[in-house]
């Protein structure tokens, strides 16, 4: 008489979208390999999603976190497809392409063929108001410039200092790429964020070359070619039509075996003949396996005992805010072209950026009103978590007003903190932590680290990171 098999305790700390994508994923490869799992799902706050929230009042579509995703990143895409979200993707308004950048108090639009800051096009370049003459000159140096051979990591300011000048990195690069990371480029890794960069300047020698030969290239959704699938498949960042939490409700329906422990965090992970996490209330989860999907400061504090573990305290977190505004079009006077504005830091400004979210997305606002997101905060500039949030909507407003002429009274706000919500990955990150993770392997087989404060902050970046962690549980499955 043949034994039935005993289930793989599998515990994920974090309710994220990396700690559910990494249980999905978990459910769908045992599932197809006919081994039994039991999976339990540990998050400390009173909900699951993690940063990702949607809200909908009167009409409007209002995320408290992320608004979208990059789609040239596929394993959000992979997923959509996978839960059957494939026609609830949208994409960007095709009308509203132009973004703007603050100059001296004046808003420019953002040169064409400017890809994630670089400039791949000389005409707008050289006619951008944002640039001086001299600092025109400098970046055009990249073309002739050496490629740097070392293989030392760098802070992602200096190579692009480096590359392109002072100027563009402070007037353009910069501003645009804080919207990711909220940091300091100068402290920032430039093998954590945008490896890509380097892979450009050893290849093309020039980052603008590389980085034109590479620009009009992106993954194809496969979508069809007619209608709202051809824009789907033509747009640089994507949402759902009901908002981001879209994606999140459809993994909790999906996740149909998996048992939730919701407003208890775990407190410590005790290593005997299996795992033991004690949670706040003192109940012990055993595990056979454990993906731990939190904040790298909550792992440094779960994983004290292992050596080289507190180099995760290494790394920081900053705090940010968005403030939603709604407005009846009638009263606005002003009228929202294009998709927003980027303030760089050292305009001096209270709001780091602007979205006109109604125009950039269609789905958020009803018909005759209208949805901008103001954004505060980034590296050296938390300030403000000690504010009200009536001191915090005053702040944006008034930017708002002196920036746009906007000083319509809203019809509607909500304020939104992020708190210690983007990671700053910190010079030698990877190396840092590929030593830590073989050091987890060796003490501490059966747990795995995802999310956004180790491989990338973006929900592609965490969907392809818990799946990964999903797939190297499955391998060691064996052997737990």
């Known amino acids: 008489?043949?034994?039935?098999?005993?289930?793989?305790?599998?515990?994920?700390?974090?309710?994220?979208?990396?700690?559910?994508?990494?249980?999905?994923?978990?459910?769908?490869?045992?599932?197809?390999?006919?081994?039994?799992?039991?999976?339990?799902?540990?998050?400390?706050?009173?909900?699951m999603g993690g940063r990702i929230e949607t809200l909908h009042r009167q009409g409007f579509v209002?995320?408290?976190?992320?608004?979208?995703?990059?789609?040239?990143?596929?394993?959000?895409?992979?997923?959509?497809r996978e839960l059957g979200l494939e026609e609830e993707l949208v994409p960007t308004n095709p009308q509203a392409k132009t973004a703007y950048i603050l100059h001296k108090n004046k808003l420019h639009p953002m040169p064409m063929g400017f890809v994630l800051g670089i400039p791949t096009k000389l005409t707008p370049f050289i006619r951008t108001g944002l640039i001086s003459p001299a600092g025109k000159l400098r970046a055009a140096l990249d073309l002739i410039l050496?490629?740097?051979?070392?293989?030392?990591?760098?802070?992602?300011?200096?190579?692009?200092?480096?590359?392109?000048?002072?100027?563009?990195?402070?007037?353009?690069?910069?501003?645009?790429?804080?919207?990711?990371?909220?940091?300091?480029?100068?402290?920032?890794?430039?093998?954590?964020?945008?490896?890509?960069?380097?892979?450009?300047?050893?290849?093309?020698?020039?980052?603008?070359?590389?980085?034109?030969?590479?620009?009009?290239?992106?993954?194809?959704?496969?979508?069809?070619?007619?209608?709202?699938?051809?824009?789907?498949?033509?747009?640089?960042?994507?949402?759902?039509r009901g908002g981001l939490s879209t994606l999140i409700e459809r993994l909790k329906e999906?996740?149909?075996?998996?048992?939730?422990?919701?407003?208890?965090?775990?407190?410590?992970?005790?290593?005997?003949?299996?795992?033991?996490?004690?949670?706040?209330?003192?109940?012990?989860?055993?595990?056979?396996?454990?993906?731990?999907?939190?904040?790298?400061?909550?792992?440094?504090?779960?994983?004290?005992?292992v050596p080289g573990a507190d180099c995760l305290q290494d790394i920081a977190y900053v705090s940010v805010a968005n403030i939603s505004l709604a407005y009846r079009k009638k009263d606005l006077g002003v009228a929202f072209e294009g998709t927003g504005f980027l303030v760089p830091r050292k305009e001096g400004r209270m709001i780091t950026a602007c979205t006109w979210s109604s125009t950039k997305w269609k789905h958020t606002a009803p018909e005759d009103y209208a949805l901008v997101r103001a954004y505060i905060g980034h590296a050296g500039a938390q300030d403000w978590t000690q504010w009200t949030n009536e001191e915090l909507v005053e702040a944006a407003r008034r930017d708002l007003l002196e920036l746009t002429g906007l000083k319509a009274e809203p019809m509607m706000v909500e304020v939104s903190r992020c708190n210690e919500a983007m990671p700053q990955y910190p010079l030698g990150h990877l190396e840092t932590l590929k030593s830590l993770r073989d050091t987890l392997a060796e003490r501490l087989p059966g747990i795995w680290l995802c999310g956004a404060g180790y491989g990338g902050v973006g929900i592609p970046d965490c969907i392809a990171q818990g799946k990964a962690a999903a797939e190297q549980l499955l391998a060691a499955y064996t052997d737990m």
């Open 254 to 305: 999906r996740l149909h075996a998996a048992q939730y422990m919701i407003g208890q965090g775990a407190v410590a992970i005790q290593k005997e003949k299996q795992y033991h996490v004690v949670l706040e209330n003192g109940q012990q989860l055993e595990a056979d396996a454990i993906i731990c999907a939190v904040p790298a400061y909550e792992a440094a504090r779960l994983l004290a005992e």
């Open 146 to 240: 050496p490629a740097r051979r070392e293989k030392e990591d760098e802070s992602l300011g200096a190579f692009i200092q480096r590359r392109l000048g002072q100027e563009v990195l402070e007037h353009i690069t910069e501003p645009l790429l804080s919207g990711i990371y909220a940091g300091n480029t100068h402290s920032l890794s430039l093998n954590a964020t945008f490896p890509q960069f380097k892979q450009m300047e050893l290849m093309h020698r020039s980052l603008i070359k590389g980085m034109a030969k590479g620009s009009g290239s992106r993954p194809s959704t496969n979508q069809g070619q007619g209608g709202q699938s051809a824009q789907v498949a033509k747009s640089m960042f994507l949402s759902y």
């Open 62 to 80: 209002l995320e408290k976190g992320p608004d979208s995703f990059l789609s040239r990143k596929t394993a959000v895409l992979d997923l959509s």
């Open 1 to 47: 008489m043949s034994m039935k098999p005993i289930d793989k305790k599998v515990v994920i700390l974090g309710g994220g979208i990396s700690g559910l994508s990494a249980a999905f994923y978990v459910q769908k490869l045992a599932l197809e390999r006919q081994l039994p799992v039991e999976i339990t799902i540990v998050e400390k706050s009173k909900r």
